[in-house]
């Protein structure tokens, strides 16, 4: 072994080693300086340094056979290495050594102190626009395209806090739970473009990192039915055994619960498992019903045929049911049969009656109101992207992609499904249809049982337990009211309602209790004594950390998900202060953990529902009482800002507030439950003068554009007033960036400047 060192020695491998390392680190600190300069990727310093790691063995060998000399390159052997010239080689090459180990480090050190703190600076720079581009994107609820974008930057990022911050804003950590417990999950964002499903494990699973908003989880476990659905997560999913659960059908687990459709809100029912189609009916399926001759067997039409109060026989009805060649079958049909290339659309053409039967003809049941709903679950904002709207005609089942948190699809267009339920001179039909607009997914729809329109199709259940079945297919009537036959009180009898909000000026003994920073804002905690029943109450005050006083004044009054958070949430008021505002947010009675007996937003007509909204009314006052004191707040200025709940009472705060002087109001229109008329904010329109902005959704599932945004637009009493209504918006919130350049926009129009 020391002959073999000692002859790696004489024959200059090491010294020639040790030259090529030199040489090649300087070349890879080179070539990663230079290449990001001219717009080149990680890859071609990769290939440098596989290059450079591939050359170092056979230079070493070459090394060991050859010999640099001043006649060239001669083989080892034929060397004397007592020659002076010899010697001379092997000086030359310790100074090639040293010569290039000095100009390393020289090298070295320009890059350390010199290039290394604008190569950070620059990389903090990109990393900071990144995460600002995908903050924007999340923002405006593109939750796939800004995990998608988090990815790219990954890359770019070095662990540390930049790379946190960017997990944080694109993405969070689930778990997801199964019954049985062993499936294996993939995951993906709901508005992906693409089938990427992740693996992350094997239920249950911890931690597993998804996309920000709602995603698809897909299941599978042996033995058990595959499952896809819609989820944000969190909540224990049950697969059922192949041979337990019918053909093409999925679970849907019980609740109680509230409707959430738009003229049924205030229906509530609890009801047990169920099954129900994960796709709707197709022309094949319902081919099998008339094949077997349905239209001729009464056993299957078990319901009086009424039509316009007078019963039919079952022939006189059958009559009715002919396709266009007169035979029996759907109205689109011909000749008793459907076109061969439709055989996978949606059944379509049926009346209520014809849904009826063929659910007794498949042994399973119309779903009810509260069934139907219960399986449709998803975000609109979600599931309408991804569903037949606007649309020439109808698409294969199932090939929309909109899928619930069932797991079934297409309940949000493609064809409008028969539901059980009768309503005021109808039944219900649920979902809207592949022509309809896109906000009659989330309305109730009543027509007559009879009608048989190309978009009307139909879905199946089947009951596990058929308990409080006859409540779930009770008659519904829908309560929207029709604004455009009311009209606001007079005068007079407002200022009997108005004086109900007045209170004595007592002093308010306001305390600052607290303060607390952060990057953008001072946060007071201020507790001050309310108008009414010897209460204190609390209130925020953000004041902005970029702007000089005095400040322009917001008072917020947040969504309704106030009154069932103990602490303020993070929507829409933050960019308030990023701009330069000052905004107060008052923990208003029975919102933010101020227990009050307060359980829910939707009006009423009971007297806590009318001194709740006195309340509210008297706690923005002496909230506005409170600012007034302050040197630092421009009073000139002062702005209401309502969000979603907070936009739908903003008539009755800016009408009883004469010191505001602007209004913005995001995500609101009128609420369709009545209640009393003194705390009814369409008697309070008339009555709001100021500038007011409203920004809604056209599909809005709360605040439908026609029976609720339209009339408190078109209501209120102010002479400069505008509608923006989000042009393709989907779902209930406008867009972020929307609603900030909006806003913006509206304050620099008509706020006054700065006293």
């Known amino acids: ?133 995908v903050r924007e994107l999340v923002e405006a609820s593109q939750f796939a395209q800004a995990y998608a974008r988090a990815h790219e930057l990954d890359r770019s990022i070095p662990i540390g ?118 796709l709707e009916v197709t022309n094949r399926e319902y081919h099998q019903f008339v094949d077997a001759g349905g239209y001729e067997d009464p056993r299957y ?91 020439k005609g109808a698409v294969p089942v199932g090939t929309s992609g909109g899928i619930s948190g069932s797991g079934t699809v297409d309940m949000a267009g493609n064809v409008r499904e028969w539901v059980w339920n009768e309503g005021a001179n109808g039944r219900y039909l649920l979902g809207g249809g592949w022509s309809d607009p896109e906000y009659l997914a989330v309305e109730g729809n009543v027509q007559t049982p009879w009608d048989r329109n190309e978009l009307n199709g139909v879905r199946l259940m089947h009951l596990l337990d058929d308990s409080n079945l006859e409540s779930a297919r009770r008659s519904i009537d829908l309560q929207f009211r029709d604004y455009s036959a009311e009209r606001p009180v007079a005068d007079d009898i407002f200022e009997i309602y108005r004086r109900a909000y007045d209170y004595d000026p007592t002093p308010l003994n306001a305390e600052i209790v607290a303060r607390e920073e952060d990057k953008y804002w001072t ?95 008297r706690d923005i006052g002496r909230s506005i009482d409170y600012l007034e004191t302050r040197d630092d707040m421009d009073m000139d200025n002062l702005v209401y800002f309502g969000a979603s709940w907070g936009a739908a009472l903003a008539p009755v705060m800016i009408a009883m507030e004469q010191r505001f002087k602007v209004g913005v109001l995001v995500a609101g229109g009128l609420m369709h439950a009545k209640t009393q008329p003194e705390v009814d904010p369409f008697n309070f329109l008339p009555r709001v003068e100021v500038p007011t902005l409203l920004i809604t959704m056209p599909t809005d599932y709360f605040y439908p554009y026609e029976h609720s945004q339209k009339p408190l637009y078109e209501n209120l009493g102010s002479e400069v007033k505008k509608h923006f209504v989000v042009d393709g918006g989907r779902g209930h919130a406008p867009p972020m960036a929307i609603v900030v350049r909006e806003t913006l926009d509206w304050f620099d129009e008509h706020l006054q400047p700065a006293r």
């Open 1 to 133: 072994m020391t002959t073999f060192v000692h002859e790696l020695k004489r024959r200059n491998v090491f010294r020639v080693g040790a030259a090529y390392l030199v040489t090649a680190w300087l070349l890879i600190q080179v070539a990663e300086t230079l290449f990001p300069l001219f717009g080149y990727g990680d890859a071609p310093a990769r290939l440098v340094v596989v290059i450079l790691a591939t050359g170092f063995l056979p230079t070493l060998v070459i090394a060991w056979l050859y010999e640099l000399t001043p006649d060239g390159l001669k083989k080892e052997q034929d060397v004397d290495r007592s020659h002076p010239a010899g010697q001379s080689t092997v000086r030359k090459l310790d100074f090639a050594i040293a010569g290039v180990l000095v100009i390393g480090l020289a090298y070295f050190a320009f890059d350390k102190f010199h290039l290394d703190p604008r190569r950070d600076a620059e990389a903090t720079a990109e990393a900071l626009a990144g995460i600002a581009e």
């Open 161 to 278: 806090p930049l790379r946190d911050e960017l997990w944080d804003i694109a993405s969070r950590t689930v778990s997801i739970e199964s019954d049985p417990p062993g499936a294996a999950a993939w995951v993906r964002p709901y508005s992906s473009s693409k089938d990427d499903w992740v693996f992350v494990g094997r239920t249950p699973v911890e931690d597993a990192r998804v996309a920000q908003g709602m995603g698809r989880l897909r299941l599978e476990l042996e033995g058990y039915r595959p499952l896809i659905v819609a989820t944000f997560y969190g909540r224990l999913i049950r697969l059922d055994p192949i041979d337990t659960l019918p053909q093409e059908m999925v679970r849907v687990t019980g609740a109680d619960f509230v409707v959430g459709l738009i003229g049924l809100q205030h229906h509530s029912i609890e009801l047990p498992d169920f099954f129900i189609d994960r």
């Open 301 to 391: 039409w078990e319901l009086r045929f009424i039509n316009e109060g007078r019963e039919l026989s079952f022939d006189e009805a059958m009559a009715l049911f002919k396709d266009r060649t007169g035979r029996h079958g759907p109205s689109n049909w011909e000749a008793g049969v459907y076109p061969e290339e439709t055989a996978e659309l949606p059944v379509g053409g049926i009346s209520w009656y014809e849904a009826a039967a063929f659910a007794r003809f498949k042994g399973k049941q119309l779903p009810t109101v509260f069934h139907w709903f219960l399986a449709s679950l998803a975000p609109t904002e979600h599931l309408l992207p991804h569903s037949n709207f606007n649309n």
């Open 523 to 617: 946060r007071e905690y201020i507790e001050l004594d309310a108008a009414y029943g010897g209460e204190r109450f609390a209130a925020y005050l953000y004041v902005p950390h970029d702007a000089e006083p005095p400040y322009t004044p917001i008072v917020y009054f947040p969504g309704s998900n106030a009154i069932y958070r103990d602490k303020i949430g993070d929507f829409y008021w933050p960019f308030l202060m990023r701009t330069g505002h000052a905004v107060l947010i008052p923990v208003y009675k029975g919102t933010y953990g101020r227990s009050s007996g307060l359980e829910s937003d939707l009006p009423d007509e009971s007297s806590m529902y009318r001194e709740h909204v006195i309340a509210w009314s």
